[in-house]
């Protein structure tokens, strides 16, 4: 994926995360899944089938974001005709937030949990 400002340079703040918000959910199929977690604490017949929601981008400090999201689950119970559903919202935080880095290369690179973003 390759994120570009709409201003040319990257600007590191809270002006940057309504660009990187638009951003990360117009690229959503590429990465969504890799954010949902095993889902075995609910049922391991629970399943996602729709990716992320994205609900927030916040800066944290210099090249540092924080990514709040969440997903929907459900389970097919088609047998027993108790097919359930529910909705969990997560952030990705601490070891996980993502940074966008410099590089030689003048390309800014972004990574959480397998994203990845070049620009």
């Known amino acids: 994926m390759k994120f570009r400002s709409s ?3 990257i600007e590191h703040g809270s002006a940057l995360c309504g660009e990187l918000k638009q951003f990360l959910i117009e690229n ?3 990465y969504g899944a890799s954010l949902v977690p095993n889902l075995s604490h609910i049922s391991f017949l629970a399943k996602n089938n729709t990716g992320i929601d994205i609900d927030d981008v916040t800066h944290l400090v210099g090249n540092e974001y924080q990514l709040k999201y969440r997903y929907k689950w459900s389970i097919y119970n088609g047998c ?3 097919d359930l ?3 969990e919202s997560t952030t ?3 070891n996980s937030t993502f940074t966008i880095m410099k ?3 003048r390309s800014t ?3 959480a949990r397998g994203i990845g973003i070049n620009a």
Do not use: L
């Open 7 to 9: 201003i040319g340079t």
């Open 28 to 30: 959503e199929p590429e």
């Open 103 to 105: 590089r030689v290369t």
């Open 85 to 87: 559903d529910g909705e």
């Open 80 to 82: 027993a005709d108790m």
């Open 109 to 111: 690179s972004f990574s």
């Open 92 to 94: 990705v935080v601490s």
